[in-house]
């Protein structure tokens, strides 16, 4: 039976909120055809089933989609295997090699804006607005909405809605992260969703690091015969 182990990706520093991350280090357990299906029973903003433990090959899907890349699956990922004492240098999901290291505490990795998902960045005038918002402004579906909280010290307040990856909203979104960082050619320091705390910069060759806490909240025995493929 496969086991489940679920981190909270992007904590505040305290441990609380984070990003529910299921993974399962024994991927090859899981047919291709049912990952699709166990990402949507679990429900968390993404699920990763690692396909070889010594190369680092993984896949990552969300509830309804299976992607090439995204920051908050990798950086928990990382994580987890420097938990289990098999850290490694590189992660291999589909869009290319993913450098990840530890940091003053902090769980990093590094790639390139266009790896990530197309995220239509929304401005506002105010980290008072994007705490209100319960879906994007005006007519949009999907949204990264941000203000600044402070710009003069990088911080920014952020909330992002995803319904088109089956995602109403991304507690915290480390791909956006990256793509924000370049976006705006500086360091940031997010506060996203109620509470996650990620901290971005630019990195070498045009890429960008994003970089959080994690925890372990749970490992169990998943039981495949809860859903079909």
């Known amino acids: ?56 090959e993984l896949q990552i899907y969300t509830p309804t989609h299976h992607i090439p890349f995204a920051g908050h699956p990798l950086v928990g990922t990382s994580w987890l295997l420097t938990h289990e004492n098999t850290p490694r240098a590189a992660l291999r999901p589909p869009a290319g090699e993913v450098h990840t290291w530890l940091e003053d505490g902090l769980t990093w990795i590094r790639g390139r ?26 007519d949009a579906v999907d949204g990264y909405c941000w203000a600044w909280e ?9 909330r992002n809605f995803i319904p088109s990856l089956g995602v109403p909203e991304d507690p915290a979104t480390g791909s956006a992260a990256v793509a924000l960082a ?19 910069r630019l990195g070498p060759d045009g890429t960008a690091e994003v970089g959080g806490e994690v925890v372990l909240a749970d490992t169990r025995d998943y039981e ?6």
């Not at 402070?150 to 952020?158: L, T």
């Not at 370049?182 to 971005?200: M, Y």
């Not at 495949?224 to 493929?229: D, E, N, P, T």
């Open 182 to 200: 370049s976006k705006l050619g500086r360091a940031l320091q997010i506060t996203q969703g109620n509470g996650c705390l990620l901290k971005a």
């Open 150 to 158: 402070d710009e003069g010290r990088g911080r920014v307040r952020a």
């Open 1 to 56: 039976m496969p086991t489940l182990h679920v981190v909270n990706v992007f904590t505040a520093p305290d441990g609380s909120e984070g990003n529910p991350l299921g993974v399962f280090l024994d991927g090859p357990a899981i047919a291709e055809a049912q990952r699709q299906a166990v990402a949507a029973d679990l429900n968390f903003s993404e699920t990763v089933f690692l396909d070889d433990r010594e190369t680092a």
């Open 224 to 229: 495949l015969a809860a859903v079909s493929a």
């Open 113 to 138: 804006a266009e790896w990530s998902p197309d995220f239509d960045f929304i401005q506002l005038d105010s980290a008072a607005e994007v705490a209100a918002l319960v879906s994007p402004p005006g």
